[in-house]
């Protein structure tokens, strides 16, 4: 893919969300971007994308499902290849899916994550956390990232899947290379289909040794209008519980442990007065809103003066929206009792992220166990942290002691 | 002050639970759910503003 590696000559007509500069710190880009002339963007690259910075455009885009479409939903084209084979129609309901499909794909799984159905998960949740931090607080020295917020969401998710802890590993490296692997089209077909192959043999073992209660039955068992749900469905939200729960997730843990560990102030501030958890944990995820997703256009339409067609993806940049000044006094600024917080994170209108409310149960009980055994911490090195980005946002190494 | 909300608009942020827990809730999906129909005390005026202001889909609406 050359495309990462020419020089970006004009932001608003050339941007590249996978330029190095862009993956680690994207947001003086989005700036740039958002207070020009021309705060919807193009660039040619990976067959061309808009991009919208300004909270209002990209809330308006979120909100008319008909025009953008979520038949792709990911910032880069799907890879060549990624159409054929026996399970190409499986997507990730209810994200990839449109209207009228896309109401009975989410309603089934809303209840499990609504916040009184994810609350059973915080005593496991805190004591996995507990034991990650056994795992290196004799040492002093730990990387925030791949030593303690990778691990938390996929285990979370394995546990509410009903599958094997063993799978962490695997888990992973399907996800990094479905999701943040931009020049290596085989391992994103391959990641898919691993996904999706291991998925099958769940559900087979299931059909021949029916188990009580876990996730995966449940979804097997659901009936539509008196009929089994296809399973194209039923494997369809197995691979949406991992590319949109695990990635997604850690990258906000990351980013708030490397957050943290910069700002003595603030921890001191959630220790002194613990009341301010609930505003704090909408405000990291403010200005660290981790996802980027995409739209693809219906039909021609000139959207705020820029002459969109059929087809083209608009990169719904959430991430630039959260911070628009017009929106977010000192947006810039984490301000962890900030009180008109009116922001997107988790999306807006029908597609808003199904897994919200589990998403801050981790972030939370992840930040409030670190602080509570690990209260003093500081990056080792700044300059050394290495981070994820286009689709995801977060470190991926990150450094600290204490 | 009482409080209307357009179920239709509501996507379940749960921002106005987090932001005035004893006049907003959830419901089995989610969705935001009213816990007072009625005249909201006055004590709550200022969480049940905040919960307004923090409805990323302007599914809330005050009476005053």
Redesign the interface.
Known sequence: MTDTQKPVTDILTDYDIFAPDFIKNPYPGYTEIRESQCPIAHTERYEGSWLPTRYEDV?AIAQEYETFTSRQILVMPPAAGRSEGPYAAVGAPPITSDPPDHHWHR?LI??V?????VAQYEPGTRDLCNALIDEFIDKGVADAASDYAQHIPVRVISKMLGVPLTMEDEFTEWVRGALENITDAERRIKSFRSIVEYFIGEVQSRAANPREDDFITQLMNTEVEGKKVPIEYVLGVCNLMLVAGIDTTWSAIGSCMWHMAQHPEHRKQLRENPDLW??AI?ELLRVYAPVTMARIVDHDIEFQGCPMKAGDRVLMAFPAANRDPRQFENPDEVILDR??????A?G???H?CAG??LARLELRVALQTWLERIPEFELIDPTSVTWAGGQVHGPRKCMVKF | MKVLLDYDSCHGHQMCAIAAPDVFGSDEIGNAKVLITGEIPAELHTKVRRAESNCPERAITIIE
Do not use: D, K, M, Y
């Not at chain 1, 994550?113 to 159905?117: H, L, S």
């Not at chain 1, 009180?339 to 997107?344: A, D, E, I, L, S």
């Open positions: 809330v309603r809303l209840p994550f609504a916040p009184q159905a609930p505003t909408e009180q008109n917080n009116r922001h997107v988790f807006s209108g029908i808003r919200s409310n």
